[in-house]
């Protein structure tokens, strides 16, 4: 049991010196999304940590294992939608992101790990209507 546990220990050590930090890319507002102050708000305090250039990593953000994991979903979140380069979608891509975004908030977003340990990320009923309401989609 007791080099099991010397193990477990060394294995943790070890792996804090696996890179995993979390980039953040130069911001340009010209690329950023616009919307009504609002939505704005909601999006910057309940997504933006997965879905922009501007990620607040916490500070177990940088210990491994957790950082590989926060890592990993900053990169996927950044991959399907980056409000950060919204102006650099095509028009088609940001009918088709709303519509997902429209989608995802009923369901799946924020996720429920994130708002596990950021409770102030759950959206209410109000906030998601409101964002729902300012994608211009319709329920499905």
Not at 73 to 84: A, I, M, P, Y
Request: charged share 25%; aromatic share 12%; with cysteine.
């Amino acid at each position: 049991m007791r080099s099991v546990l010397i193990f477990i220990v060394i294995l943790f050590i070890a792996i804090q010196f696996v890179p995993s930090k979390i980039e953040n890319p130069k911001r340009d507002k010209n690329l950023e999304i616009k919307a009504p102050k609002e939505v704005m708000a909601t999006f910057k305090k309940s997504c933006y940590d997965c879905h922009s250039n501007e990620v607040k990593v916490p500070w177990y953000g940088s210990i491994a294992p957790a950082s590989f994991f926060i890592k990993r979903h900053v990169n996927l979140g950044r991959e399907w939608l980056n409000f950060s380069i919204w102006n650099r979608y095509t028009a088609k891509q940001k009918d088709k992101k709303l519509g997902e975004i429209f989608k995802a908030i009923t369901h799946a977003m924020p996720v429920p790990s994130y708002v596990k340990f950021h409770k102030d990320t759950k959206l209410s009923q109000k906030q998601i209507e409101l964002i729902q309401k300012w994608t211009g989609k319709i329920p499905y």
